[in-house]
């Protein structure tokens, strides 16, 4: 969610219904419980937060904002440190600071359960932080809203009090999810499926640049190149469709 767009609490009929339903919710949570502007400036973090709870609804995000997600903090390393892209360093951090604000919120045990049952709560908030903050140093480098940034930071640095507020209002959101159409759920299982048929499609380019290197004959050569391309082109035609990462690699 990089542009931050207001919702015009007096006209719900302007804005998405869901996102009117949502930022009202957490603007009745913050009435009673940390409210906002008490601390910091941080009417631009409702907002952002408002675009977290909302991506999984969205079939053109939903890819996104799995597709970087580990558990593992290994795993997250090494995304980051084969991408070349700042920008791609950013979103690796921005989407699993996002997941765990999202998860610890509304689904904590889901968080501290199976592969994520090694790290304690507290833990999982430390992971929270660290990743916003990240985000923060590599947003700094790169060309996206500057006013992203300077929210990363605020949501690093009161993580838990956003966790809470999200914890306290799920209810809301559950309800708000029970409202989704079954085409919405099966928006949402297509875009997961995607993911991992670009997996599989990555494999089979591996698999055919080792029988490239190995190839004797120009027309053998000549078919591996062609089955690579073609398994590229249905690699970003799958981007395209879902809303993937859109950088002009084969790999993040």
Same mark, same amino acid.
């Given at each position: 969610?990089?542009?931050?767009?207001?919702?015009?609490?007096?006209?719900?009929?302007? @804005?998405?219904?869901?996102?009117?339903?949502?930022?009202?919710?957490?603007?009745?949570?913050?009435?009673?419980?940390?409210?906002?502007?008490?601390?910091?400036?941080?009417?631009?973090?409702?907002?952002?937060?408002?675009?977290?709870?909302?991506?999984?609804?969205? $079939?053109?995000? $939903?890819?996104?904002?799995?597709?970087?997600?580990?558990?593992?903090?290994?795993?997250?390393?090494?995304?980051?440190?084969?991408?070349? $892209?700042?920008?791609?360093?950013?979103?690796?951090?921005?989407?699993?600071? !996002?997941?765990?604000?999202?998860?610890?919120?509304?689904?904590?045990?889901?968080?501290?359960?199976?592969?994520?049952? $090694?790290?304690?709560?507290?833990?999982?908030?430390?992971?929270?932080? @660290?990743?916003?903050?990240?985000?923060?140093?590599?947003?700094?480098?790169? @060309?996206?809203?500057?006013?992203?940034?300077?929210?990363?930071?605020?949501? @690093?640095?009161?993580?838990?009090?956003?966790?809470?507020?999200?914890?306290?209002?799920?209810?809301?959101?559950?309800?708000?999810?029970?409202?989704?159409?079954?085409?919405?759920?099966?928006?949402?299982?297509?875009?997961? !499926?995607?993911?991992?048929?670009?997996?599989?499609?990555?494999?089979?380019?591996?698999?055919?640049?080792?029988?490239?290197?190995?190839?004797?004959?120009?027309?053998?050569?000549?078919?591996?190149?062609?089955?690579?391309?073609?398994?590229?082109?249905?690699?970003?035609?799958?981007?395209?469709?879902?809303?993937?990462?859109?950088?002009?690699?084969?790999?993040?």
């Amino acid at each position: 969610m990089e542009n931050l767009v207001y919702t015009d609490l007096n006209d719900p009929h302007e @804005s998405n219904p869901a996102s009117y339903f949502l930022i009202s919710s957490l603007l009745k949570e913050r009435m009673s419980s940390f409210p906002s502007n008490s601390v910091i400036f941080d009417e631009d973090v409702n907002v952002y937060i408002t675009g977290v709870l909302l991506d999984p609804m969205r $079939s053109r995000n $939903s890819g996104r904002f799995l597709q970087y997600v580990s558990p593992y903090d290994s795993d997250v390393f090494e995304r980051i440190a084969r991408s070349k $892209s700042y920008r791609t360093r950013f979103d690796i951090c921005r989407v699993n600071a !996002d997941f765990l604000l999202f998860m610890l919120g509304l689904f904590p045990e889901g968080v501290c359960g199976g592969d994520f049952l $090694s790290k304690s709560f507290e833990a999982q908030v430390q992971r929270g932080k @660290s990743y916003y903050q990240m985000a923060v140093n590599f947003g700094e480098r790169t @060309s996206v809203n500057p006013a992203v940034p300077e929210v990363m930071q605020k949501l @690093s640095t009161y993580f838990k009090e956003y966790r809470d507020l999200l914890f306290d209002m799920r209810g809301d959101y559950l309800n708000l999810l029970e409202r989704m159409t079954e085409h919405d759920f099966a928006a949402l299982q297509e875009s997961m !499926d995607a993911i991992g048929e670009i997996d599989d499609l990555k494999k089979r380019i591996d698999a055919n640049l080792e029988a490239l290197t190995a190839a004797e004959s120009t027309e053998e050569k000549r078919r591996i190149t062609a089955g690579i391309s073609r398994l590229s082109a249905r690699i970003e035609e799958l981007k395209r469709k879902y809303g993937l990462d859109q950088d002009n690699t084969l790999y993040h």
